[in-house]
Structure formats: C-alpha cells, structure tokens
C-alpha cells in the first residue's frame, strides 16, 4: 500500500473480511517473513502453501505417511523449508521449493506447537510443546531430544538439569506449556503451569531467570514481537500481559551472565527473581472486564504497534484488536464460527483467522478514497456548485499563471536497479537468498485426455478415406467436402454424382461460357456422358442452364 496516500487518521488496522480462502479444512497459518507466502495445515495431513499476492495455491505438501490433522506450521527464517507437526506425534520439514520431505521424527507425545531456530537459514533444531510432556529441543537430523526444565525448585541453587536421551518422554503429568525461542534464537522463554516465565539456555539447559505473573494463572500462549523488544502471555485468568525485554536482542546470554554476576550475594529462587526483574518488566496488560472471555492465538502487528487476539468462546467468530497504550481500538465480528487460529501479515495491515469449519478469512482494511492525497489543490464538494470560468482558463498558455520550471536535471541517470530498504525489516534480516516467491509451474496434460486426442484424429483420418457423415452429406447435396481440389475435379465430381440433379441458380457469364468452351474442344477420353457433351455445339450453351444442365440421357 503506498503509504503517502493513506488517512493518517483512519488507524493501520483490518476492518472488513476482504476475501476467505478454501481448500480442504485447514486448522492453523503461518506467514513467511515477508508476507508473501502463507502456508496453511489441513485436517488430512496435507500442507497447503498459499501465494498472498494472487491468493492462488502455489503449492501443495503430500506426506503419504502421514493423515492425520496438522497441529501447527513454521517457516524456516528465510523461507526455504517449512517445519509441520502432525496429531501422529509427528515433526517433518520440508524444502518449499522442490516440496520434497526433508526429514521426519516421531516424538512420544503430540507436538501441539513446533518452532524451528530462528538464527539459522537451514535450521535443523527445533523447539515442540508437546500435549502432556515439557518443552523440548528436537536435533531434526539425528532424532535425539533434550526435555526443558519447567519449574525451579525451592531450594538449590535453581539450575536443574534435564535428562537427555533420544525420544524422552516426560512421565509425570504436565499442563500444556508454552515456549518460544527469543529472536536470534540463543535464549528459550518458558510459561509454565505455576504462573511463571523461565529464561532458559537451551545449550546448558539451565535457568538463568524467573519472572513470576501476577496472580500465577497458568501461561497458555507466549510469543515474541517481530523485532524481539515485546513478550506477550496469555493466561489462563483471561488476561493478556505484554512485557518489554530489557536484555539486548543479540548476545542475550552474556547479559544474562552479567547480571548473575551483580546478584551473586544471593542464591537459589531469589537470584533467579532477582535477575529476572532486570530481563522482562511488566509494561501493559488487557482483558475483557465485561465478558471475561478467554483469548487464543495471541499476536503482535508486523510493526509491534498492535496487539491482537481472537475470543475463544464456541459460535463467536470474534477479534479484538488494541493498541501497545492498552486501548481497545477495534472488535471485528465474522461469521458464527469459532475461531481456531489466527495471524497479522507481517508488513500490511491484514489478519487472516481460521475458522472451525475449515475456512481462511481475510480482514483487511476498508479504505476511503482521499482525492486531495493525488492533487493537493483538490476540493471536495459536498453539493453542485456553479463555477464561472476565467476567460484565459482553458488557454495553451494562461497569462495569470507562470509555467513552474522542473529542478529535475532530464539527464541524470535513473536508478530502477536498487532496492528501497524496508522499515519493518533489520539490515540484519536483509538477504539476498530469501524465497519470497514460489515459481510457477504449469501442470502437464492428463493422458487420458491425450489418448482422446489421438483417437479423434484417427478418426478423422478414417473419415477422409471412407463414408463418414460428412462425405455422405456431401454427394446427395452435390457439394464438395475438399476445399483444396481445383475447378475441373469439383466439375468431375458433381459429374460423377449426377450432375443432372444440380440447377444454377444464375446466367454464366462471357467469360465463363469462353472458358467452358475451351474445356468442351480440349480432347478428353471419350466415355460415356462426357462424349456425348462434347459433341454439342457452343451455341447450345446460349441456354440458361449450360451444357451441365442438358438432358443427357438419350
């Protein structure tokens, strides 16, 4: 969207469903980082890639393995491969362009939600929250895992090692736990059951930092802002928390070491409090005082600047949108659906939500049109108003007005070669291998329809050399079928046919009757009908119906 001619005043957020997308039952969405791709999990196992642009399928992931429901999808961080986790308790990564399956693993409990590193262009570890087991790190090639501590105890030092064996399971039972990677990917942040965050290196897998919630509900969702600076928590108290990182994007993990340095007079729960007031501090928190409705699907805007989530109440298809002050700027209603999942394109301002029925909405913005945005002199009118033209108005040179010289040197070189950087986008996130776009490939012929082709040309063929309908058509009408035989064989032919059946329906010319007459002197075979009409004179075809039209059967 060009931003100069949008109404500052209007608000940078969707209004309207634009359009919806169908195929299959899609259950969850994801965004490349550009916005130009969107890749959607079905309930039969399948991976549909989306192109934004177009809104048209670009491509479709088959897993032969797999039929059950996907649970969630990522991008790779420049989009080359997309990690699927299955209800099968499955985790595949896939290359998007050649839509080959990359790797599969098997975990022991469904992954409800899998990430791949964000600091890798070919990542191959992962972070999965399974159903009833704690976050773990899944190595993608080798299959080992290595299961995230999730509460640190009351005494101790708080540093609680994990075991690390391939497939390890979690025995005791756990409350669905949330977890996400920060943004360069060398921190885990940890919402667990007793209303805490844990800051985790996944390395060590050690925690260097607690920031208990108010009220100590517990953590359902927990995602980060696009440029790493927000935290946003969902709560089982109904509320949404947005916490600022107060740790530095890159290099989070020698800060951390830094502040346990400062607090290394105090020990166990409280240095890891301690250090935790100093990474995340509480900067704003919403919620629905009237309804009291739970949220799913959290997120931020592209820019940070908005907060979105959807209501989780069954029948409503309902999204609230405030701004980072805590406003409630906006509450769009769809269809009566319920709403499963939902995302923020990362550079426009649009959401897509999936519906329980298996459809994708787009919300976008309903824009009004500002004429004065195009011509600044432009004047809107409210009613008609007679205008009175100047007399030199419509002039080819008008003697009020002074033609302004252009300060553009019409010499200089024009640059279409470089690329305007993108605001929502880091020199860092820049790159020159980034799949935005999936290439277009036209599917071949069905052979069925190639074996029909064949078929009806040999047909065609039979019928240029036996009685087809045409052909017969064609002799009781006295008509030729072959537009490429000459004169004589179209005259020989409706001789051979029975030429007395055919009547001219016009005089012959001058020209004509000379030309017949030279044909009736040329020496021909003399046999049967033809001899006969050679032996008539030239003044017999002063007649109306020429030497074709004589009786000449005696």
Known sequence: MNAPIIDPLQGDFPEVIEEYLEHGVMKCIAFNRRGTLLAAGCSDGNCVIWDFETRGIAKELRDKECNAAITSVCWSKFGHRILVSAADKSLTLWDV????????????????????????????????????????????????????????????????????NKFSDGTPPFTPTAACFNKYGDLVYVGNSKGEILIIDYKTILVHAMVPVTGGAVIKNIVFSRNGQYLLTNSND?????????????????????????????????????VGSKCLTLFRDFQDSVT???????????????????????????????????????????????????????????????????????????????????????KELEENEEY????????????????????????????????????????????????????????????????????SSSK????????????????????????????LEDNSIADDAGGSRMKRKRKPSEKILELQAEKVKKPLKPSGRLSKVKNKSVADLDNGNGFLGDDVSD
């Open 292 to 378: 009291k409705v739970h949220w799913k699907a959290p997120c931020f805007s592209g820019d940070g600047e908005w907060v979105v989530g959807g209501c989780a109440s069954k029948g409503e298809h309902k999204i609230y949108i405030w701004d980072r002050a805590g406003h409630l700027v906006k509450i769009l209603e769809g269809p009566k659906e319920a709403l499963i999942d939902l995302a923020w394109h990362p550079v426009h301002p649009i959401v897509v939500s999936v519906s329980l029925t298996g459809l994708v909405y787009i919300w976008a913005k309903d824009y009004t049109e500002n004429w004065s945005a195009f011509a600044p002199d432009f």
């Open 388 to 455: 009175v033209e100047r007399e030199d108005e419509f002039d080819l040179v008008p003697e009020t007005e002074k033609v302004k010289e252009s300060d553009v040197n019409e010499d200089d070189e024009v640059d279409i070669v470089t690329l305007e950087k993108d605001s929502a986008f880091s020199d860092s996130d820049m790159s020159q291998d980034e799949l935005c776009f999936l290439p277009a490939i036209p599917s071949p012929d069905v052979p069925e329809q190639q074996d029909k082709g064949v078929e």
């Open 97 to 164: 362009v050649s839509g080959e399956r990359i790797t599969r693993t098997t975990l022991q409990q469904t992954p409800l939600q899998a990430r791949l590193h964000p600091g890798s262009s070919t990542p191959s570890l992962c972070l999965a929250c399974p159903l009833s087991s704690a976050p773990m790190i899944v190595d993608l090639t080798t299959g080992s895992t290595t299961v995230l501590p999730v509460s640190v105890p009351d005494a101790g030092n708080g540093l609680v090692p994990a075991s690390r």
């Open 238 to 274: 109904r509320t949404l928390r947005i916490y600022e990182n107060l740790l530095p994007l890159k290099d989070g993990r020698k800060a951390l070491d830094d502040l346990e340095e400062t607090h290394k007079e105090l020990n166990g729960v409280e240095k890891l409090k301690a």
């Open 460 to 487: 065609l063929v039979d019928s240029n050399h036996s009685g087809s309908p045409l052909s017969e058509e064609a002799g009781p009408n006295g008509r030729a079928t072959n537009h490429a035989s000459s004169p």
